[in-house]
């Protein structure tokens, strides 16, 4: 085992670790740090997939953006509010969780079959750009490839994105700003 | 194995420098602070006070770890590490000299503006831990003014990317000098790729980065949460911020992280505007100066002294200019540089588009 693949074990253990922490953790703040631990492994697990750019964007987006305003919005509300959810029945078998188990339960049914099935070595699409040499290899250089492909491909999927952005812009500075009392 | 040998010398030089810099501009910005305020500043432990910050570390390290009793003990225990990191891995990717650089990546600037990020978090763990008004205060303010500062700075970065076409820093480097490996143009119609010198970095092969670097500049002192815009740790209303509570080795942690932000934004700043490693001195002629003064050593000389320059210039204007308040801190960023940013992103593709 060379030392990539002891790394790779490690951030993979970190992030699955980390994830029960923020689940099971009763402590809501400690929950959202460690959150952030999670999402930094799994950062470091898109590394390993030669996705260096999907990363660096999870660590910009998600720590730098989502998990900022999660405390943000956390440290503004109230703190009885907050207590009502230490109230709330935890048993497994309650009534407001139940869904959420029988789906989780069919969700990792499914994982382990497809995991039990499928022999990852030899699938058809694998194989048949092994043959026809379409690889990535770790010193390629993928943010060009990334970025050709925005502005030709899937350039009116990356427009509909930005009006959507636009359209979220406009509604957040629409309630944000001082109304005039008539 | 002596790959992964090298790893960690790389890993203990960068913080041996970290620290050795931090000491030395300790002592700076005590001397430049008093130089302004027209004062000695340090003068009694050794001569001219230079072994002030030797005594202040001193002083550091024999403190007690101080933890209030109602703080949360894990993340308080944590956020110095944290926010040092943040800034420690930003060092990874800024090169130092012609084929030195510490990790070479070909998305070395989206790195740096990435793993910056995560300092902020690093605060308002800082903040929330102490369990202090005041603490809590100083991250809410300083994390929100990050987070706006982002913005301008991110669009100013991009219009230097847009003239570089690289995001990997050591390309962007090389076609600042003699080593181009592309066509550079000073103000994009005389070839310098022979001349160099200083007609050749960013500022000089599109004159509207010039403002984009004003800008990068003006939010970068917001990102290190200098003043003016030290609005988190304003010390007439909040005490001392995010690390009100921080005693001994922990505060010199954040202190150590504070300073070492400084160099960063700066070298970070350099490397994109102002030429990084290359010379100010363009070939003359037969007088080859850019020629003679281009190397690994010129490298690291080069980019250390243009960056503790802009440190330099960092501390006059602490100590030259008065706090910000917070509206007009978040007028300044929303309508002042995100527009300015946004018209510069605009005349660097219309640069591209049109000159090249």
Redo the contacts between chains.
């Keep these: 085992m060379d ?1 990539a693949q002891i790394i790779f074990y490690i951030l993979a253990a970190i992030a699955v670790l980390s994830g029960v922490f923020v689940v099971s953790s009763g402590h809501l ?2 929950s959202v ?1 460690m959150f ?1 631990v999670t999402l930094f492994a799994v950062a470091g697990l898109y590394v390993f997939a030669l996705a ?2 999907v990363a ?2 999870q ?2 987006i998600y ?3 989502v ?2 305003l999660l ?2 919005a956390f ?1 503004l509300s109230n703190k009885e509010s907050l207590d009502g959810f230490g109230k709330i029945s935890s048993g497994l078998l309650s009534t407001n969780r139940l869904a959420g188990v029988i789906i989780s339960f069919a969700f990792l049914f499914i994982l382990v079959m497809i995991f039990s099935k499928i022999d990852f070595e030899s699938l058809n699409w694998i194989k048949a750009s092994q043959l026809s040499g379409n690889v990535k290899t770790v010193t390629d ?3 060009k490839n990334i970025g050709v492909n925005m502005m030709s491909k899937y350039l009116l999927p990356l427009e509909m994105v930005s009006i959507l952005l636009m359209m979220a812009l406009i509604g957040a500075a629409h309630i944000a700003r001082k109304e005039s009392h008539e | 194995m002596n790959f ?1 040998l090298l790893y960690f010398l790389v890993a203990a030089s960068i913080f041996s420098f970290i620290a050795v810099f931090s000491l030395l501009s300790v002592y700076a910005e005590r001397k430049i602070s008093a130089f302004i305020q027209d004062r000695l500043g340090p003068m009694e432990v050794g001569k001219y006070g230079l072994l002030q910050t030797f005594a202040d570390i001193l002083k550091l390290i024999q403190k007690e770890f101080i933890v209030p009793t109602v703080a ?1 003990k ?2 308080f225990t944590l956020a110095p590490v944290i926010i040092f990191i943040a800034v420690f891995l930003g060092f990874v990717a800024l090169p130092w000299a012609p084929n030195l650089v510490p990790a070479s ?3 070395g600037v ?2 740096v ?3 910056i ?2 300092e ?2 690093g605060i ?2 800082a903040g ?1 831990g102490s369990n202090n008004k005041y603490s ?1 205060f100083g991250a ?1 303010r300083s ?1 929100a003014q990050m ?1 706006s500062y ?1 913005i301008p700075a991110g669009f100013a970065i991009i219009s230097a990317v847009m003239i570089a076409q690289s ?1 990997d820093l050591q390309v962007i480097n090389y076609n600042q000098g003699i080593l181009a490996t592309q066509e550079i143009k000073f103000l994009g119609f005389l070839e310098v790729n022979q001349i160099g010198g200083i007609l050749a970095w960013n500022v000089f092969q599109s004159p509207h980065l010039i403002i984009a670097y004003i800008i990068y500049f003006i939010a970068s002192l917001a990102e290190c949460n200098r003043a003016p815009f030290d609005i988190p740790e304003a010390e007439s209303e909040l005490i001392g911020g995010f690390h009100t509570e921080y005693t001994g080795l922990r505060f010199a942690f954040i202190f150590l992280a504070e300073y070492a932000m400084m160099f960063l934004v700066a070298m970070f700043g350099v490397t994109l505007f102002l030429g990084g490693w290359n010379t100010p001195f363009p070939n003359i002629g037969s007088l080859k100066l850019a020629d003679y003064t281009t190397g690994i050593y010129w490298g690291i000389f080069w980019v250390m002294g243009k960056s503790l320059l802009i440190v330099a210039i960092q501390m006059w204007i602490r100590w030259t200019l008065p706090r910000m308040r917070v509206d007009q801190l978040m007028s300044l960023c929303w309508k002042v540089l995100t527009p300015l940013a946004f018209a510069c992103l605009v005349a660097s593709g219309l640069w591209r588009l049109l000159l090249f």
């Design positions: 030392v703040v400690r740090f952030f260096d750019f660096l964007t660590v910009v720590v730098g953006g998990l900022v405390l943000f440290m250089d993928t943010i | 992964y949360d894990v993340l990546m070909n998305i989206f790195y503006f990435a793993i990020s995560v902020a978090l308002l763990m929330w809590l809410v994390v987070v982002e995001l």
